[in-house]
């Protein structure tokens, strides 16, 4: 049981350069959601998913598109990196209150 | 949407004495607060939790207690000991969704 699984857990992009981050979760959870997480500043969301098929904007959704490819599979895409996308990309997953997160994909845009 | 705030960003306590952690939250409509232990290069990890129904909880050296009245919240960890080093993080969210809005963090030091 692996619980939450991120890729890349690095990545550096040119501005302007698209790219997908992965997370798959094991736990059969049904909601999974997108967060970045900034120096000195909380967790964000940037987006959510209730269920397969279903998507939800969070409070930082501009740039991101997002994917709920299956239950297992919610991916995150940047179409055209900009350096203000530079950042820690978590992911997480919820049965019912408690969400598990994932280790993260450390982002950088030059 | 929800603002949640959290003091101090910093705390440095003596071993074995306690660390408090306070948030408050905006939106009257949240009624769950939990809080997340963060060790560096790693997610957040769910160490308590509490919901608008109940205003105090205690899991053995942590506990959390909650105001509605006032929209806050706060973490007490007791005999600390150095592995609570982390950066702890309080959040809120409605229960219909659980899309949390996270505290800045408190780096918490203890030492030795």
């Known amino acids: 049981n692996a619980g939450v699984t991120q890729t890349p857990k690095f990545q550096v992009l040119k501005t302007g350069q698209s790219m997908t981050l992965q997370c798959a979760q094991d736990?059969?959870?049904?909601?999974m959601y997108w967060y970045r997480q900034d120096p000195g500043m909380g967790l964000r969301l940037i987006y959510y998913?209730?269920?397969?098929?279903?998507?939800d904007k969070g409070e930082v959704p501009n740039g991101y598109n997002v994917s709920r490819l299956n239950k297992r599979e919610f991916s995150l895409r940047l179409e055209s990196a900009a350096p203000s996308q530079t950042s820690v990309y978590f992911c997480?997953?919820?049965?019912?209150?408690?969400?598990?997160f994932g280790p993260g994909t450390r982002l950088t845009v030059t | 949407g929800e603002n949640v705030e959290q003091h101090p960003s910093t705390l440095s306590v003596q071993e074995g004495d306690s660390a408090v952690i306070k948030c408050t939250y905006s939106?009257?409509?949240?009624?769950?607060f939990p809080w997340y232990k963060q060790e560096l290069g790693k997610g957040p990890q769910l160490i308590i939790d509490?919901?608008?129904?109940?205003g105090e909880k205690k899991d053995q050296r942590i506990a959390v207690t909650l105001n509605k009245t006032a929209k806050h919240f706060s973490l007490h960890i007791t005999e600390t000991q150095p592995e609570d080093s982390a950066v702890y993080f309080c959040?809120?969210?409605?229960?219909?969704?659980?899309?949390?809005?996270f505290g800045a963090g408190t780096t918490v030091t203890v030492r030795a």
């Open positions: 509490i919901r608008s129904n109940v």
């Open positions: 959040a809120a969210s409605r229960s219909n969704d659980y899309k949390l809005s």
């Open positions: 998913s209730a269920s397969e098929g279903t998507t």
């Open positions: 736990m059969n959870h049904n909601s």
């Open positions: 997480a997953s919820r049965l019912v209150y408690e969400q598990y």
């Open positions: 939106d009257s409509a949240s009624n769950y």
